[in-house]
T-cell receptor, first 114, second 114 residues
Framework: AQKVTQAQTEISVVEKEDVTLDCVYE???????LFWYKQPPSGELVFLIR??????QNEISGRYSWNFQKSTSSFNFTITASQVVDSAVYFC???????????FGGGTRLMVKP | GAGVSQSPSNKVTEKGKDVELRCDPI?????LYWYRQSLGQGLEFLIY????????KSGLPSDRFSAERTGGSVSTLTIQRTQQEDSAVYLC????????????FGEGSRLTVL
């Protein structure tokens, strides 16, 4: 069975602070993909990143960075110098050959205050 | 538009009534998903269509739920004899690559069962 855990249900920071959103996953498959999606107040989920299980290189995209560690089954997401526009619910998701769908975590609501 | 379109955006119905929710995916996307998001919760997989293959219905919570996809494009999710616990946002997503690729989500259909 697949499982994604986002232990932080809600985080509140002040603008310009750095913030890390945690994601821990479980799967028996050796080939899998990990994703992060952002759901702003408007409601439409937006894709942020995809990583496959064979690529543990960390990735940076502007103020966003991702730390994938197979040893701890984690795929954490850091926002540097947060902005009010980063306020949203962020979902981590896992896909593998065990099923046809993505398994989503419960989401982390990030509130960035000015 | 070029995105995933869902209708209605909001639906209020009485317990016991049937409802139909529609999803128009991005043209050319062969994979189509339905997810359900209850208030403050993560995304729950319902059903997956891929091309002409038999759909993966493993996530449908009961036999009151059904879905079809006509001509490999538009999909309709039908809930019969609605119950209050069916109240949620129903999200549709489409993809070129199935679960391994980026999912493009619609804005969802918010269903309220009184």
């Amino acid at each position: 069975a697949q499982k994604v855990t986002q232990a932080q249900t809600e985080i509140s920071v002040v603008e310009k602070e750095d913030v890390t959103l945690d994601c821990v996953y479980e799967t028996r498959d050796t080939t899998y993909y990990l994703f992060w999606y952002k759901q702003p107040p408007s409601g439409e989920l937006v894709f942020l990143i995809r990583r496959n299980s064979f690529d543990e290189q960390n990735e940076i995209s502007g103020r966003y960075s991702w730390n994938f560690q197979k040893s701890t089954s984690s795929f954490n997401f850091t926002i540097t110098a947060s902005q009010v526009v980063d306020s949203a619910v962020y979902f981590c998701a896992l896909g593998s050959n065990a099923g046809n769908m993505l398994t989503f975590g419960g989401g982390t609501r990030l509130m960035v205050k000015p | 538009g070029a995105g995933v379109s869902q209708s209605p955006s909001n639906k209020v119905t009485e317990k016991g009534k049937d409802v139909e929710l529609r999803c128009d995916p991005i043209s050319g996307h062969t994979a189509l998903y339905w997810y359900r998001q209850s208030l403050g919760q993560g995304l729950e997989f319902l059903i997956y269509f891929q091309g002409n293959s038999a759909p993966d219905k493993s996530g449908l919570p009961s036999d009151r739920f059904s879905a079809e996809r006509t001509g490999g494009s538009v999909s309709t999710l039908t809930i019969q004899r609605t119950q209050q616990e069916d109240s949620a946002v129903y999200l549709c997503a489409s993809s070129i690559q199935g679960w391994t690729g980026e999912l493009f989500f619609g804005e969802g259909s918010r269903l309220t069962v009184l």
